[in-house]
């Protein structure tokens, strides 16, 4: 009874959310004694596939049907579910993708699902998994009560460490047929070269501190120097200084990056219930009292205004110091 | 056009998360509740927007215990036609999907639209659960959503950005922000929801999962403060000691 990890790609390159997914697998199939294997639907770069050996993948299974490259939640989910039907656990990333296929997998399969887990199963005794409740203000165990289990992995929640091997990437059909794709893609519309906000290590973020939209260049400079994704506070994309797809928080996204920088965020509940996850939180505000700092590792109380410059300047000189 | 809107009850933001009996159960005395954000926002005023349009009917349906009828109330007093409750606590996000697909499944709803997650188990599951469990097209994460000709055309976020899909009625979307402008109940709202009908149906038991233990994240450390002319050092710690730069 193996592991299955699902695979995607992006632009040819396993995306990174996926990586995770490959080595939770791997892990996971070492507590239980057994292999990890690969599902990967639609086109994807061989060499990029058999790397998912170093990650401790043995094997992936691999159906290159174009039709999975434009995404349907009920197709990928019936493909997942056949070439699953020996395995035991399936991992997925709780990204966007993931949000839509793994509640399918679950009833699919009749396998209990932890929605956005943060930490390896327990596998001694009964199968439990952890995972962020209450906007991440406390950590459930749950327990998977059926023989079959289904794990989406928050993202950016593990480190992944990579080893020696290469997988062997098999060619299959998952038995999907063209009536199974229902969605029909009419247009998508992508940022071009922006780095995706869910996605990114580094998020550069501010808020009505920085009273209107014209001053955001300097936060703009700041995250394309330092190659981090940008996002905002609610009420910034209410009013339309920034677009919406930076709204953090609990009417927004839900980020764990690795660096978090809040500039003019008063730091509300329903705001760090979207930002709490992330390892280290920096924040940069004119009020020493502004609840952000009780979240904070780094704090600076200051002005926007000079201190976004001088740290521009300061990250310069590092980059330039470090190459 | 026949929608039906299944929403939730969950504690406010700022309600204090703590626990008893060994961790094992969410303590909920002096916590407000208030129906969930998503759902009372976005899913359950895009489903009046469309009937208000297309002629048809909005019920809301919610998994809960007789207390949360005044929740159930405010749905209706927002605009919904009329109500249902499943007569359960709500444990298991499988067990709540499969309560919603058992009665929507002969009613013959055009569209079944969720919010895209509760704001206190955070499952982002349930859409996705009745679509598979009904068979139809699912969109997941919909900032928008327009019906016309059997069709719904929907802008669904992706890593990045967002695509609009288009899918066949009936289908299973899961709203989120931009769908829809909050509304507030008015006085005539208010009492018409007194008289507006409220099932109470059985549900069945069946979970997949269970919470075993509750805990609380480690307590954070203590804020490094920087001076604000100084910022070589914030860049210093970030590399030296943070090692996220
Ligand atoms: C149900 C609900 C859901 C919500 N969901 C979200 C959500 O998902 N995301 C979210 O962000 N909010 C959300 N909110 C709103 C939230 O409560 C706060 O109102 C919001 O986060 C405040 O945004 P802000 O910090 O940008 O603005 P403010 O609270 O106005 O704070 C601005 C901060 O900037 C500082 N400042 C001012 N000038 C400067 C300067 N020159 N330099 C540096 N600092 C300066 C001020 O000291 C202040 O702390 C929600 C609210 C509710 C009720
Ligand atoms: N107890 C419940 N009763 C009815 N609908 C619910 C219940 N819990 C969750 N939902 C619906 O499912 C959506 C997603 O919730 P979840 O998957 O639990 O995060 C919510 O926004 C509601 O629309």
Redesign the pocket.
């Known amino acids: 009874m193996s592991v299955i990890a699902y695979i995607e790609s992006n632009n040819n390159r396993v995306k990174k959310t996926s990586l995770e997914a490959a080595y939770y697998a791997a892990q996971t199939a070492k507590l239980l004694g057994t292999e990890a294997i690969a599902v990967a639907l639609g086109t994807h770069d061989a060499a990029e596939l058999a790397a998912l050996g170093q990650l401790g993948i043995t094997k992936v299974l691999h159906d290159a049907n174009a039709r999975f490259d434009s995404f349907d939640s009920g197709a990928v989910c019936k493909a997942i579910a056949t070439l699953a039907a020996n395995s035991s656990v399936v991992v997925l990333s709780y990204n966007q993708n993931g949000k839509a296929i793994a509640p399918r997998v679950s009833v699919r399969m009749k396998a209990g699902l932890i929605p956005g887990a943060t930490a390896l199963p327990e596998t001694n005794g009964d199968f439990v998994v952890s995972k962020n409740v209450f906007s991440g203000k406390a950590i459930a165990h749950y327990q998977i009560k059926t023989d079959k289990k289904v794990i989406a992995i928050t993202p950016n929640s593990l480190q992944i460490v990579r080893g020696e091997g290469s997988a062997a990437v098999e060619a299959v059909s998952s038995g999907v047929s063209d009536a199974d794709f229902v969605t029909v893609i009419k247009s998508e519309e992508k940022a071009s070269g922006k780095i995706a906000l869910t996605e990114a290590e580094l998020v550069v973020s501010?808020?009505?501190?920085?009273?209107g939209p014209e001053n955001w260049g300097m936060i703009e400079e700041l995250a394309n120097l330092m190659g981090a994704a940008t996002a905002?506070?609610?009420?910034?994309?209410d009013v339309h200084w920034r677009p919406h797809e930076e709204?953090?928080?609990?009417?927004?996204f839900t980020i764990r990056p690795n660096l978090y920088i809040a500039?003019?965020?008063?730091?509300?509940?329903?705001?760090l219930?979207?930002v709490n996850g992330s390892k280290t939180i920096v924040v940069?505000?004119?009020?020493p009292e502004?609840?952000?700092f009780k979240a904070a590792d780094y704090g600076v109380v200051?002005?926007?205004?000079t201190?976004v410059p001088k740290l521009i300047e300061s990250y310069k000189k590092f980059k330039a110091s470090s190459h | 056009m026949k929608i039906l809107v299944p929403v939730s009850k969950v504690p406010?933001?700022t309600s204090k998360v703590a626990f008893t009996e060994g961790n094992t159960k969410f303590a909920t005395d002096n916590v407000t509740y208030?129906l969930n954000?998503t759902d009372e926002w976005y899913s359950l005023v895009r489903a009046l927007e469309i009937v208000e349009k297309e002629g048809g009917s909005v019920t809301v349906i919610h998994q809960g215990e007789a207390d949360s009828e005044q929740f159930i109330r405010k749905a209706l007093a927002i605009g919904a036609n009329d109500a249902v409750r499943i007569d359960a606590a709500a444990t298991d996000g499988y067990n709540v999907a499969l309560n919603i697909a058992e009665y929507a499944k002969d009613k013959g709803f055009d569209l079944v639209i969720t919010g895209k997650e509760t704001i206190d188990y955070n499952g982002f599951q349930i859409g996705g659960m009745i679509a598979e469990m009904l068979n139809v097209p699912y969109v997941s994460l919909a900032s928008s959503l327009e019906v016309a000709g059997g069709k719904a055309t929907v802008s669904r976020d992706i890593e990045g950005g967002k695509e609009i899909v288009e899918v066949s009625l009936p289908c299973v979307i899961s709203a989120q922000?931009g769908m829809a402008e909050q509304r507030i109940p008015n006085m005539k709202g208010i009492m018409s929801a007194r008289t507006k009908p409220l099932a109470v149906v059985p549900a069945l038991t069946e979970t997949l999962t269970s919470i075993k233990v509750y805990d609380l994240p480690a307590a954070k450390t203590a804020v490094k403060l920087i001076d604000p002319e100084n910022m070589d050092e914030l860049i210093n710690l970030l590399h030296v000691e943070a090692k996220v730069i």
């Open positions: 501010a808020g009505r501190g920085l009273k905002c506070s609610r009420p910034v994309a709204h953090v928080g609990q009417t927004g500039v003019g965020i008063s730091g509300a509940i329903q705001h219930a979207g940069v505000n004119t009020d502004a609840p952000f200051g002005d926007a205004f201190v | 406010d933001t208030i954000p922000k």
